[in-house]
């Protein structure tokens, strides 16, 4: 079977306290970052959690956008699936993030998703912001 989209999990690393804590901020950034790629947002659902943190899942016509952040220990997990047949929709949303979030290192995981799971590339660098 062919791949049905790509799911790329990132783990961003020293982001900035007060931005991974302010969750109208973070929605703002998941509308500027889908609606710049040309992606179509349908629905953004967050939570503040008590006493720190905050979940943002944006589903997306194209499947879903999630970022879980740890302000605590300065950590955001971000998780970006699109079936979007545009390969560079996925590093141009991927880069959009780093540079809101502006995290000093990131690693990431690319999946082909489909029948089965296809590992494709695994990779850590570090942002010199």
């Known amino acids: 079977m062919k791949p049905l989209g790509t799911h790329l999990i990132a ?19 998941l509308k500027a970052a889908i609606k710049e790629v040309g992606l179509h ?3 953004i659902v967050s939570h503040q959690f008590r006493p720190i943190g905050v979940t943002s899942v944006a589903i997306i016509s194209e499947s879903h956008i999630s970022i879980h952040t740890y302000p605590e220990t300065h950590h955001a997990s971000i998780d970006i699936f ?23 290192t990131v690693r990431l995981l690319e999946i082909a998703r489909g029948n089965l799971i296809d590992v494709k590339k695994i990779s850590g660098c570090t942002n010199h912001h």
């Open 82 to 104: 699109t079936c979007t047949p545009n390969p560079q929709i996925h590093q141009q949303l991927l880069r959009l993030l780093i540079e809101k979030l502006k995290p000093r």
């Open 41 to 43: 947002c349908e629905k």
């Open 11 to 29: 783990e961003f690393t020293y982001c900035t306290k007060s931005i991974l804590n302010d969750l109208k901020l973070l929605e703002r950034i």
